[in-house]
């Protein structure tokens, strides 16, 4: 894997100038506290009770955050690709344990921002706040709400069609034991939806 420090930052701050315009200042001060970190297919960008002290941006791969039940079951709660931030925020915001795993499905590349430091400038610098709250209002706040409302009220071939349509640029890279995973049904259940709806589901997202 080929790493161009220069292009993958560069790609960061596209990133986030696209939430909200960070001045030069801000951004030399910003890159001081960042890494670059290469992370292979199926390994954990961070696993359960691991000390976690970074958030992570995504420059190229794709990742998985998943955690199991009292009854040991497991499944995915999100998806995250080029250009989005993970990271354990309630662990970081309380100290508390971290309680779920974000896996790589991809060779994958991310910049890692160290998380006290990345707070000590959200106080000291307007813009990277301006850009954290629009980040949060519409990844943390709009998405996400939607997204648990629809897998709470929809069954689950609409839960599968909404899926769709929310991870359509993604869904060819993933596979159907991670869907299923995330839609909370058996791989098997799912190969009955996708023969229900085909022909169907196309017209749908057009």
């Known amino acids: 894997m080929i790493i161009d420090n220069k292009q993958i930052f560069e790609s960061l701050k596209k990133s986030l100038d696209s939430y909200h315009v960070i001045s030069q200042d801000t951004w030399?001060?910003?890159?001081n506290i960042c890494s670059i970190r290469t992370i292979k297919k199926n390994e954990y960008a961070f696993d359960v009770y691991d000390k976690v002290d970074c958030i992570s941006?995504?420059?190229?791969?794709?990742?998985?955050?998943?955690?199991?039940n009292e009854n040991a079951q497991e499944y995915n709660k999100n998806f995250f690709w080029e250009g989005r931030f993970f990271g354990p925020m309630i662990t970081l915001l309380n100290d508390f344990a971290v309680e779920e795993s974000v896996q790589a499905l991809e060779d994958s590349i991310v910049i890692d921002i160290n998380h006290k430091k990345y707070r000590e400038l959200l106080y000291e610098k307007e813009d990277i706040k301006l850009f954290y709250i629009l980040y949060l209002e519409k990844h943390w706040i709009l998405e996400k709400d939607k997204n648990a409302q629809v897998l709470v009220l929809e069954n689950a071939q609409e839960r599968y069609i909404n899926f769709l349509k929310v991870f359509n640029h993604i869904?060819?890279?993933?596979?159907?034991?991670?869907?299923?995973?995330?839609?909370?049904?058996?791989?098997?259940?799912?190969?009955?939806?996708?023969?229900?709806i085909k022909g169907t589901v196309s017209m749908s997202l057009s």
């Open 171 to 196: 869904v060819t890279r993933l596979s159907q034991y991670h869907i299923a995973l995330y839609l909370g049904i058996s791989p098997t259940h799912l190969s009955r939806i996708k023969k229900e």
């Open 28 to 31: 030399n001060k910003y890159i």
């Open 57 to 68: 941006f995504i420059y190229s791969g794709l990742f998985r955050s998943c955690t199991t």
